[in-house]
């Protein structure tokens, strides 16, 4: 199976701050990467697929990046809305896998 | 707009049996191949297994954790999804989602459409 490690598991941060959460695949697994956001008591969120595109609606804000086995998940400038539980998630192969979340909360 | 509604979740005895189900909408659900994923209470997310479409001959897939006691299911005549929960444990205890795969611009990916879960305990 493939093991997916994020970093942070969670984070500190303030309004209008850039964050960044990183996610590495055990071994390589092209550009099949989701990133999703969750708010508690609510079902995840689709942000991100194929590591970098961004789901219809999401705002600009959010990016992605990577490719083989490190990928990072950018919000640029951060809003009260998106304190929240970031979860990666490989599609290369199965079984499906998830890194363990990010939690980021208000500093 | 695509829907998912999950149904049939509850209290159940370890060792148990319970069947879940997922309506859609909203899509031709016939198409697409459909996931399940679940969520421990404070937990992270866990895939379950996947069942894909007709022409793909309905085959499956499976987390080692459930394989062999859960199965995927699917009625297209209905829009309908099940997962059936055989030996339930108390580690099986999480929410349960239904979910369905996208494809935007032939570049198709994984958990794109979520439903808002249903809670399955085992306890005695």
């Known amino acids: 199976d493939i093991q997916m490690t994020q970093s942070p598991s969670s984070l500190s941060a303030s309004v209008g701050d850039r964050v960044t959460i990183t996610c590495r695949a055990s071994?390589?697994?092209?550009?099949?990467l989701a990133w999703f956001q969750q708010k508690p008591g609510r079902a995840p969120k689709p942000l991100i697929y194929a590591a970098s595109f961004l789901q219809s609606g999401v705002p600009s804000k959010f990016s992605g990046s990577g490719s083989g086995t490190d990928f990072t998940l950018t919000i640029s400038s951060l809003q009260p809305e998106d304190f929240a539980t970031y979860y990666c998630q490989q599609y290369n192969s199965y079984p499906r896998t998830f890194g363990q979340g990010t939690k980021v909360e208000i500093k | 707009e695509v829907q998912l509604v999950e149904s049939g979740g509850g209290l159940v005895q370890p060792g148990g049996s319970l069947r879940l189900s997922c309506a859609a909408s909203?899509?031709?659900?016939?198409?697409?191949?459909m996931d399940w994923v679940r969520q421990a209470p404070g937990k992270g997310l866990e895939w379950v297994g996947r069942?894909?479409?007709?022409?793909?001959?309905?085959?499956?897939e499976y987390a080692a954790s459930v394989k062999g006691r859960f199965t995927i299911s699917r009625d297209d005549s209905k829009n309908s999804l099940s997962l059936q929960m055989n030996s339930l444990k108390t580690e099986d205890t999480a929410v349960y989602y239904c979910?369905?795969?996208?494809?935007?611009?032939?570049?198709?990916?994984?958990?794109?459409?979520w439903g808002q879960g249903t809670l399955v305990t085992v306890s005695s």
């Open positions: 069942i894909r479409n007709k022409a793909n001959s309905y085959t499956t």
């Open positions: 909203g899509f031709t659900f016939s198409a697409h191949y």
């Open positions: 071994q390589g697994i092209s550009n099949y």
């Open positions: 979910t369905r795969v996208g494809c935007t611009a032939g570049l198709c990916y994984d958990l794109a459409y």
